[in-house]
C-alpha cells in the first residue's frame, strides 16, 4: 500500500480545516441517524475508482487512505481520522468516484447512502455547507493537481482537441494533458497503447479504456458523467439547455418537488459558461468566470436532486403527443409533462471560406483560461463590439496579449457597457479598429493571418488567434415545425403570439407570460423572441417560469 506522503497535506492550516473538515460530537449524532455503522479492516478497500460513488463513509475510528491510483501506482492524496468524511461533487448525482479508499488502520465508519445525503443536504443548513463546501474544494484541488482518472493526449494545432480540453475543463472533471509536440515522456505512453500520433487526440480512462478522438457523448459515456441518467419514466419538468436559465428552472423546479431533467449538449453554463468574467451579477460585486458561476448553479441543481444529463443533445421536439416527447440525437428519446426550451444562443459565424478549417485551430468562440494559455503574449484579434467582445479583450490583454478589437461600427458606445469601453480605452495594449471588417483567414494547418479591411485599406495581420463574438443565431434547430419562431428563428411567447400562431391552441385561457404556442412549452433566456440577453434576466426567467409550469401542471 501507499507509503508516500499524502499530497494534500501541504495545504495551508485555514484552507486544509476546509478541505478536510472534523464534525464535532451533535454533527456526528445528526448523521448517525441517516447512517449505518461497520467495522473496517485494516487494508479493506472501502471503494475504488471508477465505481458507483452513491454513499460517502465518516471515520469513527481508525484512518481512512484516499489515493489516486496512476498507472498501478498510488500517489496518496490524504488520510482521514476520526470525525472526518469522503466524498466530492461526483456523490450528489451518483457518478463515478475519481479515487480510491482503503483502510489504513482498523475502525469504524458510518455508512450514509446517497438518498440520505440529499436529504442532509436539502434539511441540515450547517451540515449542508460544511459537507458541500468541502465536496467543492475537494473536486478544486483534484484540478489543480491534475489528479483524477482521465489522461488526454493531444495537439496544441488540433481543433478536436481543443474541443475536449474545454469538454472536459468545463464540466469540471480533473484530467492530465499530454502535447505530443511539448511532453517530453508522452511517446512512451503511447507505445504502451500502441498508439501513434495519428491517433491523437486521444482520452484514456482510468489506464484502462482509450478512445482515439472520441465525441463528447462517448467522453462522458467513459467517465460516467450521466451515472444515473434513465431515458424511461416521465418527469414533470424537461429542460433542454444547462445555461443560466436552465439551470435556475432546475434549481427551482426540483427544490418545489418537480422530478426535472436536463439535458445538456455541451456542459453546464451555455454560452455564459465560456465568458471570462461575469462582473454585473447582482451580489457578485468582484465578479467571476462564467465557469465559475455555472459550476455553482449546476451544484445547486443537484443538491435538490435535479437530474443533469450532459452530452445529450436533443434533436427533436413531439409536441402533438402527451407528455410531450423529445428525441435524443444519440438515439432515444425522454418524455415530460412540461418542457422548458432553454437552448440558449451561438455567436454567428462569418462568411469566409476558410472559416471551418480554423475552427479550433486558431479560431474561437470563448476566451477562457484554456484559451489563454494558446495565445498568451501573442497579438491577437477580438471581433464584435458587445459585452462579450469587450471582456474578451479585456481578460486577454491581462494575459499579455496584444488586442486589437475590430467592429464594423464607428464605435462601441452603441452595444458595449461604459465600464468596458473605459478599460479599453485605457489599455496601452489594446486597438480599436471602428469600420473594419475581416475578409479572409491565411494559414496551412493552422491559422496564421488575418485580412481585414477598413477605412485605411486592405492589410494582412500576422495573427495566429481569432476571437468570433459577432452577434447571436438561436439554437432552434430542434423546434421548427413545433413552436411559432419570429423571423429570426427565435422562440415567440405570451403576448408576442399572434393570432396566426394560436390557430391550433387548445386551451381557453391565453398562453402564459412565458409559454409558446403550445401549452406547458416554455421557452426563457436568449432563445426567447425579445429577451434581454443578461445573465440576471435569463436567470430571472427560468424562476418564473417554474411557477408558471406549476400552474399548468395543476390545470
Known amino acids: 500500500m501507499s507509503e508516500a506522503i499524502p499530497l494534500l497535506e501541504g495545504l495551508d492550516p485555514e484552507r486544509r480545516a476546509r478541505v478536510f473538515p472534523t464534525l464535532d460530537a451533535p454533527q456526528l449524532?445528526?448523521?448517525?441517524?441517516?447512517?449505518?455503522?461497520?467495522?473496517?479492516?485494516?487494508?479493506?478497500?472501502?471503494?475504488?475508482?471508477?465505481?458507483?460513488?452513491?454513499?460517502?463513509?465518516?471515520?469513527?475510528?481508525?484512518?481512512?487512505?484516499?489515493?489516486?491510483?496512476?498507472?498501478g501506482v498510488e500517489q496518496s492524496l490524504t488520510v482521514a481520522r476520526a470525525g472526518q468524511f469522503t466524498g466530492e461533487i461526483s456523490q450528489l448525482a451518483g457518478r463515478r468516484t475519481l479515487v480510491r479508499a482503503w483502510m489504513r488502520e482498523t475502525g469504524e465508519l458510518l455508512e450514509i447512502p446517497h438518498e440520505a445525503l440529499r436529504k442532509v443536504v436539502q434539511t441540515d443548513p450547517e451540515l449542508s455547507d460544511i459537507l458541500l463546501r468541502a465536496f467543492v474544494l475537494r473536486r478544486v484541488e483534484l484540478i489543480a493537481r491534475s489528479s483524477g482518472d482521465t489522461v488526454l493526449i493531444g495537439s496544441s494545432h488540433s481543433a478536436a482537441t481543443l474541443r475536449l480540453r474545454e469538454f472536459l475543463t468545463r464540466n469540471g472533471h480533473p484530467h492530465a494533458y499530454l502535447d505530443v509536440e511539448h511532453d517530453p515522456g508522452v511517446q512512451a505512453l503511447l507505445d504502451r497503447f500502441s498508439l501513434r500520433v495519428e491517433d491523437v487526440p486521444v482520452v484514456i480512462c482510468r489506464y484502462q479504456l482509450v478512445l482515439r478522438n472520441p465525441s463528447n457523448e462517448e467522453v462522458a459515456e467513459c467517465l460516467g458523467l450521466n451515472a444515473r441518467f434513465d431515458p424511461e419514466g416521465i418527469r414533470d419538468l424537461l429542460v433542454v439547455g444547462g445555461g443560466p436559465a436552465g439551470l435556475a428552472a432546475a434549481v427551482y423546479g426540483a427544490s418545489e418537488g418537480l422530478r426535472v431533467l436536463v439535458l445538456e449538449s455541451n456542459a453546464p453554463g451555455g454560452q455564459a459558461g465560456s465568458s471570462s468574467r461575469i462582473e454585473k451579477y447582482l451580489g457578485c460585486p468582484a465578479g467571476m468566470s462564467g465557469q465559475g458561476l455555472a459550476g455553482r448553479a449546476f451544484t445547486q441543481a443537484e443538491k435538490f436532486g435535479a437530474e443533469v444529463a450532459i452530452a445529450r443533445t436533443a434533436a427533436g421536439l413531439r409536441c402533438e403527443v402527451r407528455p410531450y416527447e423529445v428525441e435524443l440525437s444519440g438515439g432515444g428519446q425522454v418524455k415530460a409533462r412540461a418542457v422548458v426550451i432553454a437552448t440558449g444562443v451561438r455567436y454567428r459565424k462569418l462568411a469566409l471560406p476558410e472559416l471551418s478549417r480554423f475552427e479550433g485551430a486558431g479560431v474561437f468562440y470563448g476566451a477562457t483560461e484554456m484559451e489563454a494559455q494558446l495565445c498568451a503574449g501573442q497579438e491577437?484579434?477580438?471581433?464584435?463590439?458587445?459585452?462579450?467582445?469587450?471582456?474578451?479583450?479585456?481578460?486577454?490583454?491581462?494575459?499579455?496579449?496584444?488586442?486589437?478589437?475590430?467592429?464594423?461600427?464607428?464605435?462601441?458606445?452603441?452595444?458595449?457597457?461604459?465600464?468596458?469601453?473605459?478599460?479599453?480605452?485605457?489599455?496601452?495594449?489594446?486597438?480599436?479598429?471602428?469600420?473594419?471588417?475581416?475578409?479572409?483567414?491565411?494559414?496551412?494547418e493552422s491559422l496564421e493571418g488575418v485580412r481585414i479591411q477598413g477605412p485605411g485599406g486592405s492589410e494582412v495581420m500576422p495573427v495566429r488567434h481569432l476571437f468570433l463574438m459577432t452577434g447571436a443565431e438561436p439554437h432552434t434547430g430542434c423546434l421548427r415545425g413545433c413552436v411559432a419562431l419570429d423571423d429570426k428563428g427565435f422562440v415567440k411567447t405570451g403576448p408576442d403570439l399572434r393570432a396566426e400562431d394560436l390557430a391550433a391552441w387548445p386551451l381557453r385561457r391565453p398562453p402564459f407570460l412565458l409559454e409558446t404556442s403550445i401549452p406547458g412549452v416554455f421557452a426563457v433566456g436568449d432563445v426567447r423572441s425579445g429577451s434581454i440577453k443578461r445573465v440576471a434576466s435569463a436567470v430571472g426567467e427560468g424562476s418564473i417560469c417554474v411557477q408558471l409550469v406549476h400552474r399548468f401542471l395543476a390545470e
Open 380 to 444: 491577437v484579434i477580438v471581433v464584435g463590439g458587445g459585452n462579450s467582445a469587450g471582456q474578451a479583450a479585456v481578460f486577454l490583454a491581462g494575459k499579455g496579449c496584444r488586442v486589437h478589437v475590430v467592429v464594423r461600427g464607428s464605435g462601441l458606445a452603441d452595444s458595449m457597457s461604459r465600464y468596458l469601453i473605459q478599460r479599453i480605452e485605457d489599455s496601452p495594449v489594446i486597438t480599436l479598429h471602428s469600420r473594419t471588417e475581416v475578409r479572409e483567414l491565411v494559414g496551412r
Open 29 to 71: 449524532e445528526r448523521l448517525g441517524r441517516v447512517g449505518r455503522r461497520r467495522p473496517a479492516s485494516a487494508g479493506e478497500v472501502v471503494f475504488d475508482q471508477g465505481e458507483a460513488s452513491d454513499r460517502i463513509f465518516v471515520v469513527l475510528s481508525g484512518a481512512l487512505e484516499i489515493v489516486n491510483p496512476v498507472d
